[in-house]
């Protein structure tokens, strides 16, 4: 572009110039969403956000994403783009998943109220729900699997043993494989719009595309949530009794 780090702000300078090595490493002259790892504290959102919105008015970029906010830096982005004109955040990049269910307590609800789709990250929770742990029955030595829970989730093995026991269940009723079965589940989330799948191979992607084109059952679906149902913290479980006043995002049986 001609411009160095002295006559732009420095992270201006440096999201623009990774951004074009991205488009000179991919062969192409645009991107269709560009997203940001994570949240930059030392950098004023103001910054971020013109920076972005100027890849999108030169074509370089057409739609912007985030990845793994909390949920008040995505609310104070999306109310400074807002303020200014700027292009928003139109997804968000997020850990969920049947053992990972966080992410209903605050961004699902604050997505659906923006209008933010979301993209999901370690959908099968690093190969917990492949279908090849179960109980006694390790990981294979070849799995990516080093414990179970995998990363970001807080749950016991008795309790994601209680989850692929569901999952399990399921698969017998449908025929369906329990990946497959992970996966259909979170695209009938709210918000949902697609899964990062990390397939090794052909096949391995081939079965996961088996999730779609078909719909577990309201009564599959209630099965999974109480399986995976984990207590909340506050303030999110001082909020659920009051329910008609502040409606969830999805239905919780904890208290049922």
Not at 55 to 79: D, E, I, P, T
Not at 99 to 120: F, N, S
Request: aromatic share 8%; glycine share 6%.
């Amino acid at each position: 572009m001609g411009n160095g780090p002295n006559e732009l702000g420095s992270s201006r300078y440096h999201l623009i110039r990774a951004c074009e090595e991205s488009l000179r490493r991919l062969n192409t002259d645009h991107i269709d969403i560009y997203t940001l790892h994570g949240f930059d504290a030392l950098t004023p959102v103001e910054e971020t956000l013109r920076t972005l919105d100027t890849l999108v008015q030169s074509g370089k970029v057409r739609y912007v994403a985030c990845s793994n906010f909390s949920g008040w830096h995505l609310m104070k982005s999306l109310a400074t783009a807002q303020t200014y004109g700027w292009t928003r955040y139109v997804a968000h990049q997020a850990f969920y998943s049947l053992v990972g269910r966080e992410y209903e307590w605050e961004l699902m609800p604050l997505a659906l109220d923006q209008k933010v789709g979301t993209i999901v990250w370690s959908p099968l929770a690093a190969g917990v729900l492949s279908g090849k742990i179960r109980r006694n029955q390790p990981a294979p030595e070849s799995s990516r699997v080093q414990q179970i829970g995998s990363e970001g989730s807080r749950l016991s093995n008795e309790k994601v043993y209680e989850i692929v026991d569901a999952l399990d269940a399921i698969a017998e009723e449908t025929g369906k494989s329990v990946a497959q079965i992970a996966l259909n589940w979170l695209l009938q989330r709210p918000t949902v719009a697609s899964v990062i799948v990390g397939a090794r191979n052909e096949e391995q992607l081939t079965h996961n595309l088996g999730a779609v084109g078909w719909n577990l059952t309201a009564e599959q679906v209630e099965k999974l949530d109480k399986a995976s149902e984990i207590p909340t913290i506050y303030p999110y479980w001082h909020q659920r009794p009051f329910a008609e006043r502040n409606p969830l995002a999805v239905p919780a049986y904890q208290e049922r």
